[in-house]
């Protein structure tokens, strides 16, 4: 037998004892009404079970066992919410029992997770930088200061797409408004661009934030079997940690020439996000340590670049694949905005098809498929107990497409939002893809901005066709699961002068 053999025999046999001693221990310890959910393999759980789209078959499993189940991920319970009410009732009496989360391990590399305001506890650290966010970089204040400079983004967006239109070529949606949505950021927080729609600088950023979140949505035995996680047995967590280690260098470069009183001659602001970020010990109204500053950098642009051009292909890819939709929404713009104006950011309010078409959106294609949680004790929801350190998973995915409450759910039907109260902001549970309570994510206002701009201007200034050879009908509409849920074929579109 060889050593690598052995080492194998010797961790499966390690982990075979401590599943037997597991059991035995708590075979002694008074029984819970625990929920609900498919009987357990022995070792590997329910694990075998879920296929490479955990989110549709924890939706199939809720046929079964109902809105709230229990599943073993090897030797990490989880417990799935699957509707509304239960989401709601987990959220709204339960916030602080879950307002922890279940760490990832990919996201452990460079000690990230104890400097993220995604993974850390709801401590003081941790409400030191939400607080940091909501004052500093999406206050309404700020928001309304930025104004021009979205405005300015879209017009370099929609300026790139009228030369693919010139030349008849297709256009990469979802790397187009990545672009856009980097440039917003960068020239928000650094004043600077990093990439043009043709840049590589862009098309490496994307890859950086595309990899970081495809290994750490990627199926990981260091989650579900803790004490393999010193062995890092796949490489995701090294692989990771590159990717991380390239984006802090960058992030570490920009704030050293910050620092040492470089700014680009070219700065959009007097005062940008990075001014605001390194000032903030000098104005004492926050505190943060110019080495977690990266980290923040890191949190808020992976997140903010990758789920808001995912969102906007997968609202362009409906458009296309329902063109009936897309006339409606471009007839809307047409007689509220006028054939010649620019769509602005004051015109949203006043087109209310255009916001169905987002909410609808979000409905069919949440971003982020599932919310990620950890009970801090036993809680009692609804009559059954979430064991204490459970994992805790609202499956955005499936309460969007619950037939108790949507009509005809898979179908995309904007419509169903005409006259409707229903948001995405937390409220209404029912759709909550930025999550909701304390954890719910900081970005919403500023990705509600985006997308509505960057999707209007995009079906104003163009009417737009599909490659050759693919019909509305045959368009690939598949989703590729990750930590966010993309477009596994991305989509290529003509646009053609109205």
């Known amino acids: 037998m060889d050593y690598l053999s052995f080492l194998v025999c010797l961790l499966l046999a390690w982990l075979a004892i ?10 002694g310890s008074v029984p819970k009404q625990l929920p609900p959910g498919p009987p357990p393999l022995p070792i590997v759980g329910n694990l075998l079970s879920l296929g490479t789209k955990p989110h549709v078959s924890m939706a199939e499993f809720t046929k079964t ?16 919410i699957s509707s509304a009410s239960m989401a709601k009732e987990a959220v709204q009496r339960h916030d602080l029992s879950f307002s922890d989360r279940t760490i990832t391990d990919a996201f452990r590399a460079f000690d990230h997770h104890l400097n993220s305001i995604v993974w850390l506890p709801p401590a003081a650290q941790w409400r030191n930088l939400r607080k940091i966010c909501n004052s500093h970089v999406f ?18 967006l929609i300026s790139y797409i009228r030369k693919s239109s010139e030349a008849g070529t297709a256009v990469d949606i979802g790397q187009a408004a990545f672009t856009t949505t980097l440039n917003l950021l960068s020239s928000t927080f650094f004043s ?3 990439g043009d729609p043709s840049s590589e600088i862009a ?62 001659t070219n700065s959009m602001q007097d005062n940008d996000v990075l001014d605001a970020l390194l000032g903030i010990n000098q104005e004492k109204t926050a505190d943060i340590d110019p080495s977690k500053i990266p980290h923040l950098l890191l949190d808020l642009f992976t997140a903010g670049t990758d789920t808001t051009s995912s969102t906007l292909e997968w609202a362009m890819a409906e458009l296309l694949h329902n063109p009936e939709k897309l006339k409606k929404a471009q007839a809307e713009i047409e007689q509220i ?47 059954f107990t979430v064991p204490k350190n459970a994992q805790v998973l609202m499956n955005f995915w499936a309460i969007g497409r619950d037939p108790e409450f949507w009509d005809n759910p898979n179908l995309f039907k904007p419509e169903r939002f005409l006259g409707s109260e229903i948001d995405v902001k937390g409220r209404d549970f029912e759709l909550i893809p930025f999550g909701a309570g304390r954890r719910i994510c900081p970005g919403l206002p500023l990705a509600i901005r985006m997308l509505h701009l960057m999707l209007g ?7 737009w066709k599909l490659e050759e050879g693919i019909s509305p009908a045959t368009m690939d509409m598949e989703e590729k699961f990750g930590f966010t849920l993309e477009k596994s074929q991305r989509l290529r579109a003509i646009p053609v002068p109205p």
Not at 141 to 148: A, D, G, T, V
Not at 367 to 373: E, G, I
Request: aromatic residues 8%; hydrophobic residues 35%; proline residues 7%.
């Open 139 to 156: 206050s309404n204040s700020r928001l309304e200061c930025s104004q021009n400079l979205r405005r300015n983004k879209v017009k370099d």
């Open 203 to 264: 098309r490496e950023f994307r890859h950086l934030v595309r990899g970081l979140l495809e290994e750490g949505g990627k199926p990981n035995l260091s989650n579900y079997f803790p004490m393999l996680r010193w062995l890092d047995p796949q490489g995701i967590r090294r692989r990771t940690g590159v990717h991380f280690k390239k984006m802090i260098d960058l992030f570490n470069t920009i704030i050293d020439q910050r620092m040492q009183g470089r700014k680009p």
């Open 192 to 194: 600077m661009d990093l």
């Open 18 to 27: 401590h599943l037997l001693l597991s059991t035995t221990k708590a075979s």
């Open 337 to 383: 905005v006028g054939r010649t104006k620019p769509v602005e950011e004051s015109d949203i309010p006043r087109l209310p098809y255009l916001q169905a078409v987002i909410k609808e959106t979000f409905r069919l294609h949440p971003a982020v498929p599932f919310n990620f949680r950890r009970s801090d004790s036993d809680v009692n929801l609804c009559g």
């Open 457 to 463: 201007s995009l079906i104003h200034e163009f009417n």
């Open 65 to 80: 066992y109902g809105p709230i189940m229990i599943l073993r991920l090897g030797q990490l319970p989880t417990v799935v």
